[in-house]
DNA sequence: TCCACGCTTGGCCTTATAGCCAAGCATAAA
DNA sequence: TTTATGCTTGGCTATAAGGCCAAGCGTGGA
């Protein structure tokens, strides 16, 4: 899987490992959800209602990318968005399906 | 891979798949490049210094997503992009980045 | 102190992605 | 009509991603 050649700059290697780590449908519904809130972490399984490890790995997999932080009170981890400009993009998505029709 | 429930809405898959169009270096390199007008599959070729055919199936996907069209002229494929609004989210990702420090 | 709860991590399996090469196909030039 | 050019597609291999289960770990309540 490597190339024979030439690098992509590395700001185009950063930037997609963000939209790799947005490009996710149940990733999209968390951050959708923590866009009106803090979430701990048995809210959002309930949400997406898949297994926690699940659930826990995709928030890491956000969390990595910088989109999300945590932070644990009491038993709970809540979650919260870092970056709420994500949503704008979404507008821009509904763009390209509403032109793909 | 399959989940053991509860479907995310179809919102959300719609715009992961075009978010996993765009989240790949070569791919966001060449919507760049698009940005300034339309280009032949050779010059992207050129640009991402990968094979022709590995190109062309970033294309394949950049397309099946809606984010380009392309429109064959003598004996060239042009690519053009047909969704400005994708760069406007670069500015957001920019944040990310610096947010991460 | 010990158990229960909430979450994370490791392991495993299955499927999807990304790369190359080679073959195919369509158009233009010879 | 043949050949060359420009691109796409099929096939293959290697790696990454996403799901579950089971085990681990830290905190709070009994």
Redesign the pocket.
């Known amino acids: 899987?490597?190339?024979?050649?030439q690098p992509t700059p590395p700001d185009f290697e950063a930037r997609a490992r963000i939209l790799?780590a947005l490009?996710?449908a149940?990733r999209l519904l968390m951050v959708d959800e923590l866009s009106r809130g803090e979430r701990?972490?048995?809210e959002l399984?309930e949400l997406v209602g898949?297994?926690?490890?699940?659930?826990?790995?995709?928030?890491?997999?956000l969390k990595a990318a910088g989109i999300v932080e945590?932070d644990?009170r009491?038993?709970?981890?809540?979650y919260r968005l870092k970056v709420p400009c994500v949503l704008n993009f979404f507008h821009c998505l509904e763009g390209v399906l509403a032109g793909r029709k």
């Open positions: 899987m490597q190339p024979l050649s790799k490009a996710h149940s701990c972490v048995c399984r898949h297994d926690l490890s699940t659930v826990s790995k995709h928030l890491s997999v945590d644990k009491g038993k709970q981890v809540y």
